[in-house]
């Protein structure tokens, strides 16, 4: 098995991801801290820590990659007529630590999770600088759905979503979908796609079309910084009466 790098703590430099192992798929890197500065420079360079206590930091960039765009997503009818029967309110940045709980929250069905304290701290961190950010989804003022991530340049980074009610989970995408396309956002990086993503229109492209993409989107700019606020489109987008 070939090796894999130990990042020096004194350096922010990570490999190339065309190094990244095939398997396991995307292992690239070991090692390093879950600083705001080492947390941008891997997003902007399609790298992602994932890991489990008590492994050390492990850093990833899987090929291919599963995207979302935006203008692609996928609601289906069933979804559109659930909306319209019920009135969700969704928000952004309204409690953005406790979307982050509620997706590192175990249960039996998922007795371990990957969003260990540390990560927990870093991507709070995050969002009080004013990188990550979180979609919130109640029904009957009750928090039923939320997703959280990483905005840099035009990419937005997604991290995890969760559901405590029907299709909470989905409802956040479709209003995070409509904020991202009102801010001029290219693309969402799903990281690893699954049959839950697919159908909503995620879809796999390989590395090197990934890669183009960061250059061209993922340049993060000061002004960009700062909590989120949706517009009136994107809270429209899930009464499922927008056509």
Same mark, same amino acid.
């Not at 960039?61 to 029967?85: D, G, I, T, W």
């Not at 801010?183 to 879809?203: H, P, T, W």
């Given at each position: 098995?070939?090796?894999?790098?130990?990042?020096?703590?004194?350096?922010?430099?990570?490999?190339? =991801?065309?190094?990244? *192992? #095939? %398997?396991?798929?995307?292992?690239?890197?070991? +090692?390093?801290? $879950?600083?705001?500065?080492?947390?941008?420079?891997?997003?902007?360079?399609?790298?992602?820590?994932?890991?489990?206590?008590?492994?050390?930091?492990?850093?990833?960039?899987?090929?291919?990659?599963?995207?979302?765009?935006?203008?692609?997503?996928?609601?289906?009818?069933?979804?559109?007529?659930?909306?319209?029967?019920?009135?969700?309110?969704?928000?952004?940045?309204?409690?953005?630590?406790?979307?982050?709980?509620?997706?590192?929250?175990?249960?039996?069905?998922?007795?371990?999770?990957?969003?260990?304290?540390?990560?927990?701290?870093?991507?709070?961190?995050?969002?009080?600088?004013?990188?990550?950010?979180? =979609?919130?989804?109640? *029904? #009957? %003022?009750?928090?039923?759905?939320?997703?959280? +991530?990483?905005? $840099?340049?035009?990419?937005?980074?997604?991290?995890?979503?969760?559901?405590?009610?029907?299709?909470?989970?989905?409802?956040?995408?479709?209003?995070?979908?409509?904020?991202?396309?009102?801010?001029?956002?290219?693309?969402?990086?799903?990281?690893?796609?699954?049959?839950?993503?697919?159908?909503?229109?995620?879809?796999?492209?390989?590395?090197?079309?990934?890669?183009?993409?960061?250059?061209?989107?993922?340049?993060?700019?000061?002004?960009?910084?700062?909590?989120?606020?949706?517009?009136?489109?994107?809270?429209?987008?899930?009464?499922?009466?927008?056509?």
């Amino acid at each position: 098995m070939p090796s894999i790098p130990w990042l020096d703590e004194r350096s922010l430099q990570f490999p190339d =991801i065309d190094n990244a *192992l #095939d %398997d396991p798929n995307g292992l690239l890197a070991v +090692g390093g801290d $879950l600083s705001p500065e080492r947390l941008l420079t891997a997003y902007q360079h399609g790298i992602f820590p994932w890991y489990e206590d008590p492994q050390p930091l492990l850093w990833w960039s899987p090929q291919p990659r599963a995207v979302l765009f935006p203008e692609k997503l996928h609601c289906s009818r069933s979804l559109r007529k659930q909306m319209r029967k019920a009135s969700y309110r969704v928000s952004a940045d309204s409690c953005f630590a406790r979307v982050l709980d509620e997706c590192a929250a175990t249960s039996p069905k998922r007795p371990g999770t990957w969003i260990t304290q540390d990560m927990r701290r870093a991507y709070n961190r995050m969002h009080e600088l004013g990188w990550a950010h979180s =979609i919130e989804v109640y *029904l #009957d %003022d009750e928090l039923v759905g939320g997703l959280y +991530g990483l905005a $840099l340049g035009q990419v937005f980074f997604g991290e995890s979503m969760f559901s405590r009610g029907p299709s909470g989970s989905k409802i956040a995408l479709i209003a995070l979908c409509a904020e991202l396309l009102s801010r001029n956002f290219k693309v969402i990086d799903c990281q690893v796609g699954n049959d839950y993503l697919y159908s909503m229109g995620a879809e796999l492209i390989p590395r090197a079309q990934f890669k183009t993409l960061l250059e061209h989107y993922a340049q993060p700019h000061e002004d960009q910084r700062g909590h989120w606020t949706l517009g009136d489109e994107s809270k429209q987008k899930v009464s499922g009466n927008d056509g």
